[in-house]
């Protein structure tokens, strides 16, 4: 849309809020809100300042000034509030320069297009990301000097199978039909307890814009979710991967529960990932459709290629947290062996081969998880996948077996992904010159997320006794 018809459809629509979006540089949505009649054509030009001082990883307050500019084609309605309000997505800008801020996380991502045009290998990247999550009852959790814990609750988790009726309310009466952990992969209702939920949720996605393909309970026990979306070009993906984020977590609040994108909030299940899907068009014709392994194209060999020599170093940003690496052990599918295959999900590339339509072949990077912040990670995951393109880095044979019925001394020769977050930063700071191509990346923007990273969750995590430490080391 133009600023003329967003203005002409908060009439028609009669919005009386406008709601300025965007994303801080760990992924988190913020946003400010103005009355509709302050939304005029200049705004969209000149865009609107604010304090950006306290917005993480942004400026320090002697350089705080900052400015929001609206995109008109973000617009989309929120569904959540009580007044009338359309939501624009903006990009930053110094309001000196009157440049895109090198820290805006959309600004990145338009940079790593910008770069792919400039390449001529493509003209589109499409993303297609499975974000997991978990919805619960309830939380409680702290951490102080005398004590840590968590405590969640969910009325289909098997450990709620032996309540009495005095330990539950009425609303959730123990009636059985509890999931098994791992055995929570599209069971049918009442066993699986959200079926409601995530329709209301799609319901939601669908009127913020959304294509919705499917949803359903996924692999573990107490409420782990998946609401699949089509696949879009690379900003606009990012753009509703933060929109979908904002949607499951109202949608769950307004009924009285609670959702989170933690990678493992749940020992001893599965985990929650994002499997991004991936792929290159030009002139509307898909590039990575061949005649190769899997009908691959040899430009996507390379790309996997590429993704594997930078696997280690994107992970900095697709798992952002320590938790990330909860998720990233062997079992339960996870995704910690850097080799492809078709078919096979223990690989962290797989081919999907559910259609043989060359528009429908892509690449499958399973190791992100949705705590990532989707602008700067498809960036990354693009920019290893040029790199590849351009130096011809074929990733070698595909690994279509078991791995992990695999025998040690064969599955000692291959590479796994980091175990902990502080090791991702560590070939972050080894392996970046890929990222810094045609100024996507910058040092500052690279500098930035691995000291922040490092200082506010390696360190801090790191500091802290472990409740688990207790029963390890207390009678010691």
Request: charged share 25%; net charge negative.
């Amino acid at each position: 849309m133009t600023p003329k018809e967003v203005l002409a459809l908060c009439r028609e629509k009669d919005v009386k809020a406008v709601d300025l979006r965007f994303t801080d540089f760990p992924g988190r949505f913020l946003h400010l809100t103005i009355p509709v009649d302050r939304l005029t054509e200049e705004v969209f030009e000149e865009g609107l300042g604010f304090d950006g001082s306290s917005v993480r990883g942004w400026q320090a307050i002697n350089e705080s000034d900052m400015l929001i500019v609206p995109q008109p084609d973000t617009a989309f309605f929120d569904p959540f509030p009580e007044t009338p309000t359309m939501v624009l997505i903006g990009n930053i800008h110094d309001p000196l320069t009157r440049e895109d801020y090198s820290r805006d996380p959309r600004n990145v991502a338009r940079k790593a297009v910008n770069h792919l045009l400039s390449t001529s290998i493509a003209d589109t990247a499409c993303f297609g990301p499975e974000a997991e999550f978990f919805v619960f009852d309830s939380v409680r959790f702290d951490q102080n000097a005398h004590e840590a814990y968590f405590h969640l609750e969910s009325r289909e988790a098997e450990w709620t199978r032996g309540r009495a009726p005095s330990d539950l309310s009425s609303a959730h009466a123990n009636r059985g039909y509890k999931i098994r952990h791992k055995d929570g992969y599209l069971p049918v209702p009442p066993n699986d307890h959200l079926m409601d939920l995530r329709n209301e949720m799609m319901r939601s996605l669908t009127e913020a814009g959304l294509e919705v393909e499917a949803h359903h309970h996924e692999v573990a026990t107490a409420g782990q979710c998946e609401i699949d979306v089509k696949y879009r070009d690379l900003v606009r993906m990012a753009d509703q991967m933060m929109i979908y984020k904002h949607v499951v977590k109202n949608v769950a609040w307004r009924a009285g529960m609670t959702a989170t994108f933690m990678p493992k909030p749940v020992y001893g299940d599965a985990g929650s990932g994002m499997h991004v899907h991936f792929s290159l068009w030009k002139d509307s014709q898909p590039l990575f459709a061949g005649s190769g392994y899997a009908g691959l194209s040899e430009m996507a060999m390379y790309a996997i290629g590429g993704i594997l020599h930078h696997a280690a170093a994107i992970l900095a940003f697709s798992n952002p947290t320590t938790n990330s690496y909860k998720r990233l052990v062997p079992g339960y599918e996870a995704p910690i062996n850097l080799a492809y295959s078709q078919r096979n999900r223990s690989a962290a590339i797989r081919i999907p081969m559910v259609s043989q339509n060359p528009k429908a072949k892509r690449i499958e990077f399973r190791c992100p998880d949705p705590t990532c912040n989707p602008y700067l990670t498809f960036a990354a995951i693009l920019m290893a996948a040029i790199d590849g393109i351009r130096n011809k880095r074929h990733p070698g044979e595909p690994l279509d077996k078991n791995i992990y019925d695999l025998p040690a001394e064969t599955l000692a020769n291959v590479p796994t992904t980091p175990k902990t977050l502080d090791q991702a930063l560590s070939a972050l700071e080894a392996d970046h010159d890929f990222l810094l191509r045609g100024d996507v990346f910058t040092d500052d923007v690279i500098r930035m997320w691995i000291d922040t990273k490092r200082r506010h969750e390696v360190d801090e995590i790191g500091m802290r006794p472990h409740p688990y430490e207790f029963c390890l080391y207390y009678d010691a």
